[in-house]
């Protein structure tokens, strides 16, 4: 969806929700990326109007936490794990197979707009190493080879 074409409206209730709790700004800064999938600016901005905080001031939390995006996401974002548990069991060899299946690069979105692939450096899972997060499915063991059947679950992989 182009900027252009963003509808903000709901944007407004989110903010009137947070107008006597601006120390909560990180909760509603969630609220808009669950609405939209990511931060839009425009969105950003009435936000900086409507409380009265400096813009560059979202950007700065909004940067700070790999959790925000400040562009748009697929319908399903992966994450890879590559902690030391992890990264040791292998997480390096399903990146690059979730990177060849998916024809994208760790931090891109899929053209299709169905998969967005980051890496994260801890799930707390470590136990189930390696692991992938398909937006909050826990995926354990997992192994090059499982992959395929992963993004099928989600309407994806070839």
Do not use: W
Not at 19 to 29: A, M, N, W
Not at 112 to 119: A, E, G, H, P, Q
Not at 138 to 156: D, E, I, R
């Amino acid at each position: 969806m182009a900027t252009t074409e963003l509808d903000l409206s709901r944007v407004e209730g989110l903010i009137a929700g947070y107008r006597s709790h601006k120390e909560q700004i990180i909760g509603l800064l969630q609220d808009i990326q669950a609405e939209y999938n990511y931060l839009p600016r425009p969105a950003l901005e009435k936000v900086s109007k409507q409380l009265e905080v400096p813009l560059a001031q979202l950007y700065g939390i909004a940067t700070f936490y790999k959790a925000f995006s400040l562009k748009p996401r697929g319908k399903h974002c992966l994450s890879v794990c590559l902690g030391t548990a992890c990264h040791v069991r292998g997480g390096a060899r399903i990146l690059e197979r979730l990177e060849k299946d998916l024809g994208v690069h760790q931090g891109e979105t899929t053209t299709d707009n169905l998969f967005t692939l980051i890496t994260v450096n801890c799930v707390g899972a470590c136990a189930l190493g390696p692991v992938i997060v398909v937006n909050k499915d826990y995926h354990g063991h997992m192994n090059s080879s499982k992959v395929p059947a992963v993004l099928a679950q989600y309407g994806g992989g070839k």
